[in-house]
């Protein structure tokens, strides 16, 4: 009944809460510290919160699906027209769509970086091409253009490792690839990198004069809204007419739509949020240094440490209740830490440091 | 750059928020009344209301993407297992995810029902055959087996008509197709169909036998979450199994968990919302009686009145502020009003008998 090409597709297994799984070691809920998927520890913002709790007897209506007010104010924030721009249920959605509406026989992408590139190109049976560098390398990327890839995928910075390259070098790239190969740039993190070393910043503006070049983001990291399912695509009107035929009506929630607009209205929340992230970077990469432990410079919000043992250190720190990101599956003898909060991170030094 | 079938297919247009086009008439917001989308009128479940407003500061973390609890309740409420259950953003993308994983070259629906049925068929580039009734008619979808669909549709009660096939006959149906041929069988409107008439009612523990049936409800509608997104398929684990592979990973947020959580713990609400739309249902029954008005009856949460002139008459309507869906686009000269409050239907009836 089914297409073969789901033969070849794995289940992606949930499993149980991971919560239940500490709760198991007796950790009471309130002492679990899960920095395993770079959520903003210090949450939201206030005003989103108080917002959103204003709207709860609207949960039954649609959202507006023009999504008119949050188009505006990216359209904003950003200096692009509402045409340049695309919700989507996270930025994920944003990448589903363009794939879906390429159909790539093939795409390239860093060996190691955010694992849906791979799991949607799969969904429509395309080839996966990976440079040879867990980091991007540009020049690997340039090598591998004679296997004519379809789609490019580039994430600045990059998840799960943290490196980011300069927009420059980018740029520099853009201009030698075929017009007809679409690049995506995958900004998740780019209020981060921004921050710490403006030569990393990507301005959405200056990549609609290119022809063949998506730029996603998304309100899930330095907006804190994780939970919310809302990301945006920006582009040259030619390629989000085109997204826009495959995106189902209402694909974010109500209280997602709100949640955006005021998230945008409230741009001290983010900078402080990041302004702390740097300044707790900086004591995981003290701590690395004392402990003699390999670590990635980040421009995000979480750390590639190396360890010994990723798999047994990422199972001991479980069990003090302290979940983070074992990196084996990339193949990378290493584990992700989300920068935590001061108090967050003080356990988690207090607890790592007996361990490695 | 673009695949070729997206040519074919147009981009859905929402243009303006309706709210503000009425609000261009002068009329404002808090007069408007929408009855176009079959919302609840009754909203959402004031527990539903407490306990999402209780966790607002949780927007930053990603929901539990097995999804545990909420498959937990629903296994409860069917009597199926948890592995028999998939959770969409919205049924709409339970079907998008079966659409996708049959790839089916043709599919088979009734001339009038849901719209996503052919428009997601169409982003795989599928031929749309359909019945020659508006209504269901089983016998004209026997009819049409023979041009071979590998999906057949029954939308039960079928959207936007009102009518709903019995149980029995649909059963009778189901064995005569091809075990290979997926019957997706819609059940948004369910439990106002098997409320007002036992016959109407599907367990959708009894479509776990079959190999080919994959059931789909929502929260939209007499759970009053509209704007929540959360729908459900229930089918036996083969099917779920292969439609779980095309899942993305947190595909409902982390409120919206919660709310369908909490809805499935307030059955009262949801009874109590669906006496209400019947008794309501009836004094439309009796105005268009009165008016010499031909209607479908209708096992939903709304109605559908033939009239004149159904694109004129919802356009008076709205300059009155009064939003109605407009079948016209369905080659039908009717409207289909959602049944709403008795306050709201007591200045529907005010004003819309002096147009008809």
Redesign the interface.
């Given at each position: 009944?089914?297409?073969q090409?789901?033969e070849k597709?794995?289940?992606?297994e949930?499993?149980?809460?991971i919560?239940?799984v500490v709760r198991e070691y007796g950790i009471k809920p309130k002492d679990i510290i899960?920095l395993a998927?770079n959520?903003?520890p210090?949450?939201?913002s206030k005003k989103?919160?108080e917002e959103?709790?204003k709207i709860?007897?609207?949960?039954?209506?649609?959202?507006?699906?023009?999504?008119?007010e949050l188009k505006e104010a990216l359209s904003k924030k950003f200096s692009v027209n509402d045409k340049n721009i695309i919700i989507g249920?996270?930025s994920?959605?944003v990448l589903?769509f363009a794939i879906?509406?390429?159909?790539p026989k093939k795409v390239l992408m860093a060996n190691t970086t955010f694992a849906?590139y791979e799991?949607?190109a799969k969904?429509i049976g395309a080839e996966i091409l990976k440079t040879e560098s867990n980091f991007h390398n540009l020049d690997e990327f340039r090598e591998k253009l004679s296997d004519n890839p379809d789609i490019i995928f580039l994430c600045l910075p990059n998840n799960p490792v943290g490196e980011c390259l300069d927009w420059n070098d980018v740029e520099k790239f853009i201009q030698e690839v075929d017009e007809?190969?679409?690049i995506i740039i995958d900004g998740a993190y780019q209020e981060y990198a921004s921050f710490k070393n403006s030569n990393k910043k990507i301005e959405p503006k200056d990549i609609l004069k290119y022809?063949?070049i998506l730029y996603t983001g998304t309100f899930?990291k330095a907006y804190?809204?994780?939970?919310?399912?809302v990301g945006y695509g920006i582009a040259n009107e030619y390629?989000i007419?085109?997204l826009?035929?495959?995106?189902?009506?209402?694909?974010?929630?109500?209280?997602?739509l709100k949640?955006s607009i005021v998230a945008l209205s409230d741009e001290e929340f983010v900078n402080e949020s990041i302004k702390n992230n740097f300044i707790e970077m900086k004591r995981y990469e003290e701590f690395c240094k004392e402990k003699n432990l390999k670590y990635i410079e980040s421009y995000t919000n979480f750390i590639t440490i190396f360890v010994e043992d990723s798999t047994k250190l990422s199972d001991k720190l479980l069990k003090k209740g302290i979940i983070v990101r074992n990196l084996a599956g990339y193949k990378m003898n290493a584990i992700r830490i989300t920068i935590g909060t001061t108090k967050q991170n003080d356990k988690v030094f207090e607890i790592l440091k007996e361990m490695v």
């Open positions: 009944m089914f297409s090409k789901l597709l794995t289940t992606y949930a499993g149980k809460p919560e239940l899960k998927s959520e903003n210090y949450g939201c989103v919160q959103v709790s709860v007897d609207q949960m039954s209506v649609y959202p507006d699906d023009s999504m008119y249920a996270g994920d959605q589903e879906h509406a390429v159909e849906m799991i949607y969904h007809n190969v679409l022809k063949n899930s804190g809204l994780g939970g919310m399912r390629i007419s085109n826009y035929k495959l995106r189902p009506p209402f694909n974010i929630t109500t209280l997602s949640a």
